[in-house]
């Protein structure tokens, strides 16, 4: 069974090796991402990512990469929280990565 960040990775096989990752001088961190688009209701769920970096992080995995350019903090990113994202997640220390991000066609048409 694949485990979402590139195709036929079995389960058993440690995360960072896939990555081509050393856990000792290459710490790598994993998260389980979803993507949704608000536009049809249709979501995304558990993808695979692994990330570098602290607070301008990069994202990858095998269908998207994601590289900060800009971080917001404190009032900053507590009003580009108000404005863009949810106030569900208002005052809760959040820091805000901005960036670009390439997400293949594959997983878009999934979305649409």
């Known amino acids: 069974m694949a ?16 990555f081509g990752g ?6 790598l961190h994993f998260f389980s ?3 949704s688009s608000f536009a049809n209701d249709k ?6 990512v692994a990330k570098r970096g602290g607070d301008f ?3 990858k995995s095998d269908s998207i990469l994601f590289v900060t350019q800009r971080v917001k903090v ?5 009003e580009h929280i108000q404005k863009h994202i949810s106030p569900v997640l208002l005052q809760r220390n959040c820091i805000v ?3 670009i991000m390439k997400i293949k066609v594959k997983l878009l048409k999934a979305l649409f």
Request: proline share 7%.
């Open 3 to 18: 485990c979402g960040a590139f195709p036929n990775h079995p389960q058993e096989v440690e995360h960072f090796k896939c």
């Open 22 to 27: 050393d856990s000792i001088a290459d710490p």
């Open 33 to 35: 991402l979803s993507i």
């Open 43 to 48: 979501s995304i769920d558990e993808i695979i």
């Open 57 to 59: 992080a990069e994202l």
């Open 74 to 78: 404190e009032d900053e990113a507590e």
């Open 97 to 99: 990565c901005l960036g």
